[in-house]
């Protein structure tokens, strides 16, 4: 069965510290990977996609990895600010990119 | 930027009433899905439409519906809605397959609660 688990499910960091959100997934035949933020009452926004023979992408302080061997990704937030409590979601593309597994999501907090 | 709106952000009904979401993209995107979200489960997908008219279920369709009379319109019913049913309910639209990107856009989401 096709499932993308993450963790942890909650964080809570003080702002200016680094922070890493894994995510594993079994889903085949893998396609692509997206980190997803979705703040408190909107709909999630992309911010990092990761093709099979891509390692690491960066976005702003936003830098996201991917182990294919493994079917691992991380995202790891450099000196986080308070703008960067959300929840985060590894969403998982299968079949040429046409079917997408979501994981639950890491809530993190960021506090001043 | 593409735009997804949803008619409601908060929306509170009782057991049995029919039930309308409506969402609306003006991106002229082909594909439009409709996902709920619950703590701890992640998005499952409801239904998904990839042209006007069509529709296709997702993974927890029974207790819904959907209608797709516009390309830029997709709506959710929930015929008669139950406490179950409570829970934030997420628009998306992406372009066609092939296009190069499989972005989902997502609109604000509605939270439906259901006494």
């Known amino acids: 069965k096709n499932q993308v688990e993450q963790s942890p499910q909650s964080l809570i960091i003080l702002e200016g510290k680094n922070c890493t959100l894994q995510c594993n997934y079994t889903v085949s035949p893998f396609s692509n990977l997206r980190w997803y933020k979705q703040d408190t009452g909107r709909g999630p926004v992309s911010l990092t996609i990761m093709t099979f023979s891509e390692n690491t992408k960066s976005n702003g302080r936003y830098t996201a990895t991917l182990d294919a061997d493994t079917k691992q990704s991380s995202l790891h937030i450099t000196a986080s600010q308070l703008s960067d409590s959300a929840s985060y979601i590894c969403v998982v593309s299968d079949n040429y990119g046409q079917n997408f597994v979501f994981g639950p999501g890491t809530r993190l907090s960021v506090l001043p | 930027d593409v735009k997804v709106t949803q008619s409601s952000r908060y929306l509170v009904k009782r057991t049995g009433e029919k039930v309308f979401l409506e969402c609306v993209q003006d991106?002229?995107?082909?594909?439009m899905f409709w996902y709920r979200q619950d703590p701890g489960l992640g998005l499952r997908l409801i239904y998904f439409s990839y042209d006007v008219k069509m529709k296709e279920k997702g993974d927890i369709p029974e207790g819904y519906s959907v209608s797709r009379e516009k390309k830029e319109r997709f709506s959710l019913i929930l015929e008669s809605a139950s406490t179950n049913q409570t829970s934030m309910y997420l628009c998306?639209?992406?372009?066609?397959?092939?296009?190069?990107?499989?972005?989902?856009?997502f609109g604000p989401g509605t939270r439906l609660t259901v006494l």
């Open positions: 998306a639209s992406r372009p066609p397959p092939g296009g190069g990107s499989n972005e989902q856009f």
């Open positions: 991106m002229d995107h082909e594909n």
